[in-house]
């Protein structure tokens, strides 16, 4: 399988991660449990928060042990800026501690905590052991689609495998869906920016090429998703030619004529319609193919 960030040897975070997208990857080590968290308890201890202490000092001690020994840090010119997604991280398991209505109270002094935490931990001249370019993002709380934004940026650092898993190794259609499950997220974005150009997410215009509207024909599962659109089209029609009949159906002994097939025969309209209707869903296939095609470009 594809791996998108540097592994390590065995004991090593991500070294024996079975995950397999980045962002899987990345939190997967964020929310390791190990006893190695309590060196770490010495710079959380500090917490002001009205409940939950517990919870925010080990979310504080998770994403301290992250930034002295995670991989993705080592990397010299990251490709990928995790540092926002660590920033995402916190917000989110606060809310998931406070809950999600209650982020201008609870979340946000919380939040404050392990920023202040962050800064002067990380940042101070004693600590060389933690990775110093990754700070607090402010801004996280900032915008009430904040989940939206964090989906988007794990689409933004997931892409290149998806895409390429997409493109070659997708018999299950698995990729494809991942991608196409985006095009809402696209949509609100771009109704975010026509609204109100000042409040547009600045990765959404650095992304514009990753818009399933332009990826999806390009994947390995476009032809075959458009056909079973079409199999399942026709199949709907036929099912509702098999309706129509049901009722107007003649027995013997109804009381009503029996078709015969001697010369001379004249069948009655509604089954001359019936035959019609029945030939137009079979040559229908090919402009159904095509409607469907033209969907998924």
């Avoid at 600590?127 to 370019?133: E, V």
């Avoid at 900032?142 to 650092?157: I, Q």
């Avoid at 892409?159 to 190794?169: A, Q, T, W």
């Avoid at 990729?175 to 026509?194: D, P, Q, R, T, V």
Wanted: hydrophobic share 30%; charged share 30%.
């Amino acid at each position: 399988m594809a791996t998108a960030i540097p592994r390590g040897g065995s004991g090593e975070f991500f070294g024996d991660s079975s995950v397999e997208l980045h962002t899987e990857k990345f939190y997967a080590e964020l929310n390791t449990e190990s006893t190695d968290l309590s060196r770490y308890s010495i710079h959380c201890k500090d917490i002001y928060v009205n409940n939950n202490k517990e919870k925010v000092k080990n979310i504080c001690e998770k994403f301290l042990r992250h930034l002295e020994k995670s991989i993705v840090w080592k990397v010299k010119k990251p490709e990928y800026h995790f540092c926002m997604l660590l920033n995402y991280w916190i917000y989110d398991k606060l809310t998931d501690i406070y809950g999600e209505e209650n982020t201008s109270q609870d979340v946000n002094i919380a939040f404050g905590n392990l920023q202040s935490i962050w800064e002067y931990t990380v940042n101070s001249s004693r600590n060389k052991i933690y990775y110093k370019n990754c700070k607090p993002e402010f801004n996280v709380v900032k915008h009430n689609d904040w989940k939206k934004r964090k989906e988007f940026y794990e689409y933004y650092v997931d892409y290149d495998l998806l895409s390429m898993m997409g493109k070659n190794f997708d018999d299950k259609c698995e990729y494809y869906k991942k991608i196409k499950a985006k095009k809402l997220l696209y949509k609100h974005f771009e109704n975010e920016c026509l609204s109100n150009a000042s409040n547009c997410f600045e990765l959404y215009e650095k992304c514009s090429d990753y818009n399933p509207d332009k990826v999806l024909s390009t994947l390995q599962c476009h032809n075959k998703i458009i056909e079973e659109i079409a199999t399942e089209t026709v199949r709907g029609e036929q099912q509702d030619l098999r309706q129509e009949q049901e009722p107007g159906a003649h027995t013997p002994g109804s009381g009503e004529p029996r078709l015969t097939s001697g010369p001379g025969t004249e069948f009655p309209q509604e089954n001359s319609d019936i035959g019609r209707k029945f030939g137009h869903s079979v040559l229908g296939v090919a402009p159904v193919l095509l409607t469907a095609t033209a969907l998924y470009r």
